[in-house]
């Protein structure tokens, strides 16, 4: 339940109908004290969110396990033309919700647009999906016998979702359980609860006019602690979580010691190696947004560059003059390039980790710092920095979630791939090179550890049509495109005897 929103939306000029307002959806009332969502951008209230109890949670279960039972018959092409509606909904917002996401979360309104169309894009996928839920045929080593496998629905999927991503997260997540049978329930990050809400409003009257019970999407608000009663519950078959390796640690632990299903998209430490064969207009304009767009606030954001140090002075200096000219301000002006972080803990962690790179013997390129004055009073607004590095520095082995770039050099590309590598995280990668035995290196089995290595592009942006995810502590999840629509369904395997005998498996006697 939500109050304000109404006076938000028009306060950044969308109309409340578009994302504020549905039939058909039941808010249930929390006696929780109410907590309140605040922009990044100008620092103002924009909403009071209600969270969830253990009381409205077991009501949304409850609905939850109804609807299920349901949409797991409904036949799979017609789950996806909901969701093809669902798709269309989408297309008819998002302008709005666009610019929600960038107002609640502060990413650039661009990026808002981009994230809706990656939803718009998962649902797309979705529905194509729905007709191609293939199970093998097995040949059977027994006469008059047939195997094959199918593909069923799960359950009920608990979706866990970081604030960075406020909604297309969930829309990957979403589209494919959907499709696949499942009902899903969202928690999203207690700092973008507006956006979910809007989300939910969407698809419920699609689900409403469809005469589908509204279990099958289903919202509860709140912090870790709500994320806890989807993580324990044996009602839950699946919880897809994205988010912090911290919080990915616990959540593993929690399903894992009730025999339940992860699928976790934990943090990221991308790099991407600078060759002396790479084209460095391409090289310098990858590493700059990867490395400052969503003011580094992205799983995928470039947060190291490990250069040759043949061309190490120039892409520096080249690199340094590109960060002059950013324009820092409110994401929603077009003209800015670089948005504030997401709250003033976040400042917090991005002044520390300038404290703590400088100590370790970090060198400035671009120096940080907070910005104040007209424009920034939220307090949220910090200069992208550079600094020269090693990789063993503890605070480069970590994720800062800011945006802080660390230059590293080498000299052979078996000492980049290494340090590429020599980092717990293992989410996205990149080789610039125009030299093809370098790529094929870089990507060969002794090369990248990483679930996503791309060449001549930056570490971010990725297509919803692969599977997204990586290695480490990034977690082992694969969500959204190829075939990572396995991870929401159950797999049965059938034998079927059409003979007039029971021969046993493996030629076993048995008579009596
Ligand atoms: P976070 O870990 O603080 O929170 C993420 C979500 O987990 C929130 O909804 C939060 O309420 C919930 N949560 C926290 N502790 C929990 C617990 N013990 N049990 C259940 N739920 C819990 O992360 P954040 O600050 O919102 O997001 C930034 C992080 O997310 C970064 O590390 C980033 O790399 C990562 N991320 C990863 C991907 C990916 O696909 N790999 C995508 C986006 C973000």
Known sequence: NTFGISQSLQKIGIKPENLGSSTGINWLDSVETSFSSFSPADGELIAKVQPANTETYEAVIAQAHLAFEKWRTVPAPQRGEIVREIGNALREVKEDLGKLVSYEMGKSYQEGLGEVQEMIDICDFAVGLSRQLYGLTIHSERPGHRMYEQWHPLGIVGIISAFNFPVAVWSWNAALAWVCGDVCVWKPSEKAPLSAVACQHIVGKIFAQHGMPEGISSLIIGDHQVGELLSHDPRVPLVSATGSTRMGKLVAKAVGERLGRSLLELGGNNAIIITENADLDIAIRGALFGAVGTAGQRCTTTRRLIIQESVYEEVKTRLASAYSKLVIGNPLDERNH???????????????????????????????????????????????????????????????????????????????????????????????????????????????????????????????????????????????????????????????????????????????
């Not at 709250?343 to 980790?353: F, I, M, N, P």
């Not at 035995?437 to 002794?446: D, H, I, K, N, T």
């Open 338 to 512: 670089v948005g504030p972080l997401i709250d003033r803990d976040a400042v917090e962690s991005y002044l520390a980790a300038i404290d703590k790179v400088k100590a370790e013997g970090g060198k400035a390129v671009v120096d940080g710092g907070v910005l104040g004055g007209k424009g920034f009073e939220s307090g949220c607004y910090v200069k992208p920095a550079i600094f020269e590095a090693e990789n063993h520095f503890e605070i480069v082995q970590h994720e800062t979630f800011a945006p802080i770039l660390y230059l590293i050099k080498y000299k052979t590309l078996a000492e980049a791939i290494a340090l590429q590598n020599g980092v717990p995280q293992g989410l996205s990668s990149a080789i610039m090179t125009t030299n093809m035995r370098e790529a094929e290196a870089f990507l060969s089995a002794a090369g990248s550890d990483c679930g996503i290595a791309n060449v001549n592009i930056g570490t971010s942006g990725a297509e919803i049509g692969g599977a997204f995810g990586g290695e480490k502590e990034t977690g082992g999840g694969r969500e959204s495109g190829s075939d990572a629509w396995k991870a929401y369904m159950r797999r049965q395997t059938n034998t079927i005897n059409y003979s007039t005998s029971l021969p046993l498996a493996q030629g076993i006697k048995f008579d009596i």
